[in-house]
């Protein structure tokens, strides 16, 4: 099997985990994977727990289709601008309610929680523009630089990682840090880690504490 071919099943089985973990909902969201100068996508108008790799379209670099009978998803053109400008291997594009909360009434998710930092900090919210367009993509790229996910204004949430696994969990990651901060809000105002915290757990995580064995 060819390596875009395993990136059509893998896009297949996250689009599934996508939809039970109530990620994405109906045939909203969408997962790509790169392998060289080709893309495997999610189709448009295919709900996500309903792909089969050969229903996957593959596009290059420049978007012109390669295979697959069906039409890409129409928010290609943003997961090509992210490939274009970082060393993503995968972009996962979800509507999660927590995400999509904080990407209607924020401009930036604070990081309260230093696991913030996986995702390289605080989570900037990119300009609203219509769903697909190139002025969209180009809000995501620019609010992506340095870090491994973004929000999209009145919209979702969009990660990356340098595999479909990591992009995935990020995905994941990024709903946590948005559930915990507005359930946060309904108990009192979320204290925000100051950039010394959030060094002090750079050098912490660089240096782990060891644990020497015990003398026989
Ligand atoms: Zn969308």
Not at 123 to 136: Q, S
Request: overall charge negative; some cysteine.
């Amino acid at each position: 099997m060819s390596a875009v071919d395993l990136l059509r099943q893998e896009i297949c089985e996250y689009g599934r985990r996508a939809v039970e973990l109530g990620l994405v909902l109906g045939t909203s969201g969408n997962l790509s994977a790169r392998d060289g100068d080709l893309v495997a996508v999610t189709p448009a108008g295919v709900a996500l727990d309903r792909l089969t790799p050969e229903m996957c379209p593959v596009v290059d670099v420049e978007g012109h289709l390669v295979e697959g009978d069906l039409q890409p998803s129409s928010e290609t053109p943003m997961h090509l601008a992210i490939y274009d400008s970082t060393a993503a291997r995968a972009v996962v594009h979800t509507h999660s309610v927590f995400g999509t909360v904080v990407a209607t009434t924020m401009t930036e998710l604070p990081p309260v929680h230093y696991n913030a930092l996986l995702l390289g900090g605080a989570v900037k919210v990119a300009e609203y523009a219509t769903y697909g367009t190139p002025e969209l993509a180009a809000n995501i790229r620019a609010a992506m630089e340095g870090r491994q996910a973004a929000l999209m204004a009145n919209h979702g949430g969009v990660t990356i990682g340098a595999t479909m696994e990591q992009a995935f969990e990020a995905a994941r990651l990024l709903e946590w840090l948005c559930e915990v901060y507005v359930r946060g809000l309904s108990v009192g105002k979320p204290v925000v880690l100051t950039d010394e915290q959030l060094a002090a757990v750079v050098e912490r995580s660089l240096n782990p504490p060891t644990f020497p064995r015990r003398p026989r």
